[in-house]
């Protein structure tokens, strides 16, 4: 494993915590700049270390690659919350799809990860892990079936082959907490998924992590030509609050 992307900061988003700003690596750690401080100083948080990818026996030379397409953070009731995704792929060698020109994959799994901060020191060891979820443990109601249908049946032609997919065969990206006054406690995750690799078509889900169960599942608006799929095309943000 290439680990030079964890040797240096490269800003991957920007959160306030607080009356800090805070720029961050989401595979190195967080600058944080309090501007209405007496001192004018930076200060740092580690996240927690991609400790699978740096294990990883058959990863020698590879890089990181955009860390925003597995990891997020918020600062939420005071305390920093951080999201990883794990996936179990399939690579399927020499095989392209012809729409994406991207190799041809198979997602057999994925889990989600969480982990909480209220220290927010220079220490890897205030960060609590606080959840980790499989996909093949997320319950889905009545209420989401319908429109998780639609999704696993999209851009496939063979019936059979849908009926055979499950939400953990979906490519999930762009984890993202919720912010809203129902996700107060950080308890909604929420994801970019796709039937293919990095395919133009998404659509966005919403898991509660805490209750195990798939909230809801919306179409995305299709990206413009030319913009890159590992950008995320949606955020969460508390806006509403300040204008309703």
């Given amino acids: 494993m290439d680990l030079s992307q964890i040797f240096y900061h490269t800003t991957n ?10 720029w961050v690596d989401l595979w190195r750690g967080i600058i944080l700049w309090d501007m209405l401080g007496n001192e004018q100083t930076l200060s740092g948080v ?12 058959d990863a020698s030379g590879r890089r990181l690659g955009h860390a925003r397409y597995t990891r997020g953070v918020s600062c939420i009731n005071g305390r920093l919350r951080f999201v990883e995704l794990q996936f179990e792929v399939v690579h399927l060698h020499g095989l ?5 020109g991207w190799p041809i994959s198979e997602m057999k799994s994925w889990t989600i ?17 606080d959840c980790t979820l499989r996909a093949s443990e997320i319950a889905v109601g009545d209420d989401t079936k319908s429109e998780l249908s ?6 496939c032609d063979d019936h059979a082959d849908a009926e055979q997919r499950g939400l953990q065969n979906l ?10 006054d129902s996700d107060a406690d950080g308890d909604i995750i929420y994801l970019t998924a796709r039937v293919r690799f990095l395919h133009p078509k998404s659509w966005i889900l919403a898991i509660d992590i805490k209750n195990h169960r798939l909230q809801s599942v919306a179409m995305s608006a299709p990206l413009p030509k030319g913009l890159p799929c590992v950008d995320s095309n949606y955020c969460t943000c508390i806006i509403s609050k300040c204008t309703n």
């Fill in 171 to 180: 490519f999930v990206s762009d984890p993202h907490f919720g912010m809203n």
């Fill in 96 to 100: 392209y799809d012809e729409e994406t």
């Fill in 113 to 129: 990860t969480t982990w909480s901060n209220g220290g927010m020191s220079e220490l890897y060891s205030d960060w609590d892990e």
């Fill in 150 to 155: 639609l999704l696993l049946q999209d851009g």
């Fill in 13 to 22: 988003c920007v959160i306030t915590v607080g009356s800090a700003i805070g």
């Fill in 46 to 57: 580690p996240v927690p270390l991609p400790m699978k990818q740096i294990r990883a026996s």
